[in-house]
Every structure is written in structure tokens, then in C-alpha cells.
């Protein structure tokens, strides 16, 4: 069944009685990539709006002009586009959304949005978080000709069971909080987790085990159980 905001963007036709009255615009990401959008706050003067990649959601019209949302045709494209590259949210299913958040984490509600807040400001003003050290190697090189046209032959790090198919992006996640680094050298719990929620759709069960086996974090490995409970249909046992 589709879920309300689904609902909300999907019957979303006529924009002139949408943008009928005033109101907050809660938005989010569904997209796998960032989303940036340019508003014209003023005649002839427009203001670029980055939605990160990622599913923590905005409240747009604390950052654009209510004005500037509606007049935006590129905003509602994005809204109309199949698949969706944004969905509208009502305020009950944004607040949701955090609450929700804050019950994985187990942090208050507020921080969370803080927390979600501040990480959209960094990356909108480019000061993302990138690591300090570079991940440690995921194949090691058992085979390099120098001749021209020579070939290259490697093998993976990894101690993965041959019938095991992991996608690529776990695999170079899992290595930026590998054991061996450095707390402070690892990707922190909270980007990691940013990081899978953009993942979810693509990931099956062996990448969860995965992660739950070599995300280091506690809210990390307790996020990937919640997931394969999805998958098994009730809970997923195992030692951390």
C-alpha cells in the first residue's frame, strides 16, 4: 500500500491549489544521488539549493522563499519525475521520520535533527566529512606486468565465501571503520548510517550480514539486524 507522501506527491496535479495557501514544505531525498535546484528568490536573481545525497528530509521553506518554491518549475519536475527524484512530506511523517531515527540511534529527538540539520549545512557548504586516512586496500596486486599491454592480475582482502556476491560499496565502507584504524581514523558511526540508508534498496541479505559483522559501530551492526529481521521476518540472532 503507498505510503502517504507517496500519496501526497503522486495526486499532486493541480499546483496552483497546492500552492494555494502558505504553508511549511517538507522535503526529501529519494533520489541516489544529491539533487540541487535553483530558486528565483528575486527578479533576475537566483539561489541554488543542494539536497544532499541521503534520506534525512529538509524543511525547504526555512532556507527558500515561500514565493520561489512555488514559481519553481524545476522543483515540481522533480516531484512529477518517474522514479521520483524528491517526495513531498506532511509535517506528521517528517517529525516521523526523526523520531523514528532517534529510536535507532538512541539519541533525543532533537539532537537528531540538529545533528541531521548541521550535516545538510556542511555539505551544502562543502566542508563534507572526508576521512583523514585513506581506507585500507580492498584487493592487493599478485600480478603486475610492465611490458605494454601487459595485464594486471589482483585478489581481494577480503574473507568472503566464494558463493558470497557483496556489493562494492559495502565492502569500501566496511574498510573505513576496519578494526585496525584508529577510532579517530574511522568514518563515524552517524555517516556510516547515512550512508546505508541511501544504500537500503540495493542491499540483500548477505550485505547486511556483512555489515553487521564488520560496521564496528553498535548503532551501525544494530541497524543492519533491524534489516535482515525485514528479510527473515522476525529477529535475526547472532553475537556482534
Same mark, same amino acid.
Given at each position: 500500500m503507498p505510503?502517504?507522501?507517496?500519496?501526497?506527491?503522486?495526486?499532486?496535479?493541480n499546483w496552483t491549489e497546492f500552492f494555494k495557501g502558505v504553508r511549511d514544505i517538507y522535503v526529501q531525498?529519494?533520489?541516489?544521488?544529491?539533487?540541487?535546484?535553483e530558486f528565483e528568490t528575486t527578479?533576475?536573481?537566483?539561489?541554488?539549493?543542494?539536497?544532499?545525497?541521503?534520506?534525512?528530509?529538509v524543511n525547504l521553506t526555512q532556507s527558500i522563499p515561500w514565493e520561489a518554491i512555488k514559481a519553481?518549475?524545476?522543483?515540481?519536475?522533480?516531484?512529477?519525475?518517474?522514479?521520483?527524484?524528491?517526495?513531498?512530506?506532511?509535517?506528521?511523517?517528517?517529525? &516521523? @521520520?526523526?523520531?523514528?531515527?532517534?529510536?535507532?540511534?538512541?539519541?533525543?529527538? !532533537?539532537?537528531?535533527m540538529d545533528e541531521a540539520f548541521t550535516r545538510i549545512?556542511?555539505?551544502?557548504?562543502?566542508?563534507?566529512?572526508?576521512?583523514?586516512k585513506a581506507p585500507e586496500p580492498i584487493h592487493k596486486v599478485v600480478e603486475d606486468s610492465k611490458e605494454?599491454?601487459?595485464?594486471?592480475?589482483?585478489?581481494?582482502l577480503d574473507k568472503i565465501a566464494e558463493d558470497e556476491v557483496l556489493h562494492p560499496r559495502i565492502l569500501h565502507l566496511c574498510q573505513q571503520v576496519h578494526a585496525q584504524l584508529d577510532d579517530k581514523e574511522k568514518m563515524p558511526a552517524k555517516e556510516l548510517l547515512n550512508e546505508l540508508e541511501v544504500l537500503q534498496s540495493e542491499l540483500k541479505?548477505?550485505?547486511?550480514?556483512?555489515?553487521?559483522?564488520? &560496521? @564496528?559501530?553498535?548503532?551501525?551492526?544494530?541497524?543492519?539486524?533491524?534489516?535482515? !529481521?525485514?528479510?527473515?521476518?522476525?529477529?535475526?540472532?547472532?553475537?556482534?
Open positions: 505510503t502517504e507522501q507517496q500519496n501526497v506527491a503522486a495526486t499532486v496535479v531525498n529519494v533520489s541516489n544521488s544529491q539533487v540541487s535546484i527578479p533576475g536573481n537566483k539561489v541554488g539549493y543542494l539536497f544532499p545525497r541521503g534520506r534525512d528530509p519553481s518549475v524545476d522543483f515540481r519536475r522533480m516531484l512529477n519525475r518517474r522514479p521520483q527524484a524528491l517526495q513531498l512530506m506532511t509535517e506528521e511523517e517528517f517529525l &516521523g @521520520y526523526f523520531r523514528n531515527k532517534a529510536v535507532q540511534t538512541n539519541q533525543p529527538v !532533537e539532537q537528531v549545512q556542511k555539505i551544502q557548504n562543502k566542508q563534507d566529512y572526508v576521512t583523514d605494454f599491454g601487459g595485464k594486471k592480475r589482483v585478489e581481494s541479505i548477505d550485505d547486511w550480514e556483512h555489515v553487521r559483522s564488520h &560496521g @564496528y559501530w553498535k548503532t551501525v551492526k544494530n541497524f543492519a539486524r533491524t534489516q535482515l !529481521e525485514k528479510f527473515s521476518g522476525g529477529e535475526s540472532e547472532g553475537a556482534e
